[in-house]
Every structure is written in C-alpha cells, then in structure tokens.
C-alpha cells in the first residue's frame, strides 16, 4: 500500500528555515508528481507547492514563492520542501500528497489527490 511518512517541523522562530521530508513508498515513486499541502489551526487546507515526477518543473502558492523550495530524491524515494524566511502565517500542519492519476501540477481541487501522509507540525512563533 501507498505510504507517506513526513517528517522535519517543528518550532521555528520567524526568519527561521526548516526542511521538510516526505519518505514515500509502496508505489513507484519517480513515476508520480508530488505536492505539499498544508492546514492551519482552523482553516482548511491550501495547496503549497507540487513538483513533477522528474523534478524538472516545481509550481507554488504565490504566499510562499520565493521563500520555499520543493525537490525531490527520486533515487531515495523522498520528497523535500526547504522552507526559508518562515512567518508566523506559515504555521500549519503540512501533508504531503500525490494524486493517483500521477500528474496534479497546480491543483483545481485537493480532491485530485489520493493519497496522503500524517502530517508534520510546523510553528513559526517568537
């Protein structure tokens, strides 16, 4: 079965960087695009940044572009986001998610996704 496993948040001052990672297996990996969404506390979830399945092109949400950066390993089967000049309006749990058809690149809905991790928590506070 299809498994991700994100990893990387926690507690982060703003200005601050951390790099999250998404182990995947259970599915042949390089074949696929994958994206990060995120959820804060009481909102719903926004769609962040998704690259293809060769890494070659990388799409983001206007409020993190040029701060975040998506890659991808394919060769270790794990999806990065590198997230720099964190803001307090970055906290949320961020997920990531690869759809089933394989191809999302800017999402018309989060429902094209499939597939989902746990979650890892990332706060952005002084």
């Known amino acids: 079965e299809v498994q991700l496993v994100e990893s990387g948040g926690g507690l982060v001052q703003p200005g601050g960087s951390l790099r999250l990672s998404c182990a995947a297996s259970?599915?042949?990996?390089?074949?696929?695009?994958m994206s990060w969404v995120r959820q804060a506390p009481g909102k719903g979830p926004e769609w962040v940044s998704t690259?293809?399945?060769?890494?070659?092109?990388?799409y983001y949400t206007y409020s993190v572009k040029g701060r975040f950066t998506i890659s991808r390993d394919n060769a270790k089967n794990t999806l990065y986001l590198q997230m720099n000049s964190l803001k307090p309006e970055d906290t949320a749990v961020y997920y990531c998610a690869t759809p089933l058809q394989g191809r999302v690149g800017v999402p018309a809905s989060l429902g094209q996704y499939d597939y989902w991790g746990q979650g890892t928590q990332v706060t952005v506070s002084s």
């Open positions: 259970g599915f042949t990996f390089g074949s696929y695009d």
């Open positions: 690259i293809n399945s060769g890494g070659g092109s990388t």
